[in-house]
């Protein structure tokens, strides 16, 4: 052990006190060597911060760009259903503007709803027969008595 020598001034005092400082100070250094200072791990969070913002709004942009497209992409979706259906409608032989009414949700079912929306038309829509052109009035109305002599009277004229 070392020997204890008493410090008799102010100088002697000082000398010890500025290498007990010193040896402090080496001691703390070697202690959080190669540890990073608060100063460098602010602009460190700085630098990061201004990184991730960057990317939340490349992510927003992006997000943005997405549902545009889905937007786009129901919209086209729709026009290929309804130009489908268009066509359907029109090789069953049904005007266009049935196209919307055609039920399902395949071409199958579009075709077989078409084929029976057809024949219903069809039934339904018989060619009217054209009138007959000298019709036998069955009421006594006078225009319909009127027509019927006139009728009788241009037959005389003919068969004379």
Same mark, same amino acid.
């Not at 070697?30 to 190669?34: A, I, N, P, R, V």
């Not at 026009?79 to 489908?84: A, D, G, I, K, N």
């Not at 009127?146 to 004229?157: L, T």
């Given at each position: 052990?070392? !020997?204890?020598?008493?410090?008799?001034?102010?100088?002697?005092? %000082?000398?010890k006190i500025? !290498?007990?400082?010193?040896?402090?100070?080496e001691s703390a250094v070697?202690?959080?060597?190669?540890w990073t200072s608060p100063d460098d791990l602010a602009k460190v *969070?700085?630098?990061y911060d201004s990184q991730i913002k960057t990317l939340q709004d490349a992510a927003a942009a992006a997000e943005q760009q997405l549902a545009e497209k889905d937007v786009k992409i129901q919209?086209? %979706?729709?026009?290929?259903?309804? #130009?489908? *259906?268009?066509?359907?409608a029109? !090789?069953?032989? #049904? %005007?266009?503007?049935?196209?919307?009414?055609l039920v399902g949700n395949t071409e199958e079912e579009w075709k077989k709803d078409?084929? !029976?929306l057809a024949k219903d038309f069809a039934a339904s829509h018989r060619q009217v027969p054209l009138g007959n052109p000298d019709p036998k009035p069955t009421d006594n109305n006078p225009k319909s008595?009127?027509?019927?002599?006139?009728?009788?009277?241009?037959?005389?004229?003919?068969?004379?």
């Open positions: 052990m070392a !020997e204890f020598t008493p410090i008799n001034t102010q100088e002697e005092f %000082d000398a500025s !290498e007990r400082i010193s040896r402090a100070k070697k202690q959080f060597e190669g *969070k700085a630098d919209e086209s %979706d729709k026009y290929r259903v309804e #130009l489908s *259906k268009t066509r359907i029109i !090789e069953a032989g #049904l %005007d266009y503007k049935y196209a919307s009414r078409a084929e !029976e008595v009127a027509r019927r002599k006139f009728a009788e009277w241009m037959e005389e004229q003919q068969n004379n």
